[in-house]
């Protein structure tokens, strides 16, 4: 039976149409069978006069054998145009969730905008003697997921869970596909490590069972880590061209945003 329990997903509808087509057969042939049986006996032997006709019963028979046939052809049919109705729906809303997470990421800023900001505040913390953290989330998309826009939509769930985590203060920057980067004035490393793991227990239910992508969040701090704006920009430098050449999948699904 395992031979027969094998079954692969992609031709799933095929098999499906198969079994159907068994399924009619064997409704045709036992119909067709039993007509053959009882032809003889009701058209060479006497009728029985005292009850129903023979004949009535034989052509009652056809009939209602005729009727299962076409009533499950039918159900076919009707089975068939529902499915492709819910195929086209499921792919229309596909679109459109796809689209508005291009929508989403194509309004966050790039790394320009970063760095100029990151400047601003770092003077600002350095100034009233604060703290400065930095967020750096890289995605990577996974094997199974290799369409443009199963990728951008993965990504797009991602921007989502960053901003419902995040204190509406905090900006969030788009360096490359699959690559963010989020300020957070006035936060010391603590608080930005607890928030990395908020982060990351988010970021796990959006990449789902089937495990859409697989994420890293990094975390930078003045003046724990670094002492200057620009050790801070060199340290998000560095991290996102770790990653550019350990993984090609960052140029999946659009070419770097602002990063030159």
């Not at 076919?76 to 969730?97: D, M, P, S, Y």
């Not at 990395?196 to 003045?222: C, I, K, P, Y």
Request: net charge neutral.
């Amino acid at each position: 039976m395992q031979i027969f329990d094998r079954v692969d997903p992609s031709r799933l509808d095929r098999r499906e149409l198969h079994l159907w087509i068994l399924a009619l057969t064997v409704i045709l042939v036992l119909a067709i069978g039993v007509v053959l049986l009882m032809y003889p006996t009701v058209f060479y032997h006497p009728a029985n006069q005292t009850g129903i006709p023979t004949r009535s019963v034989f052509f009652g028979f056809c009939g209602l054998a005729a009727l299962v046939v076409g009533y499950l052809v039918d159900r076919h049919v009707v089975i068939c145009h529902l499915r492709a109705e819910l195929g086209k729906q499921r792919r229309q809303t596909a679109e459109v969730r796809r689209e508005a997470n291009a929508d989403l990421l194509s309004t966050l800023p790039g790394f320009n905008c970063f760095c100029d900001l990151l400047t601003m505040e770092f003077r600002r913390a350095s100034n009233g003697q604060q703290h400065l953290s930095l967020l750096v989330v890289e995605l990577k998309p996974s094997s199974g997921f290799t369409e443009p826009g199963e990728v951008e939509t993965a990504f797009g769930n991602a921007a989502k869970i960053l901003m419902r985590t995040l204190r509406s203060e905090d900006p969030i920057f788009l360096f490359a596909p699959g690559s963010f980067g989020v300020i957070l004035p006035a936060v010391t490393a603590r608080d930005a490590y607890s928030l990395r793991d908020r982060l990351m227990e988010g970021l796990h239910d959006a990449a789902g069972a089937g495990n859409r992508f697989t994420f890293g969040v990094s975390v930078v701090n003045f003046p724990e880590h670094v002492s200057s704006a620009r050790e801070m920009e060199e340290s998000v430098r560095n991290l996102l061209s770790h990653e550019a050449s350990n993984s090609s999948s960052l140029k999946l699904v659009t070419p770097p945003l602002g990063l030159q």
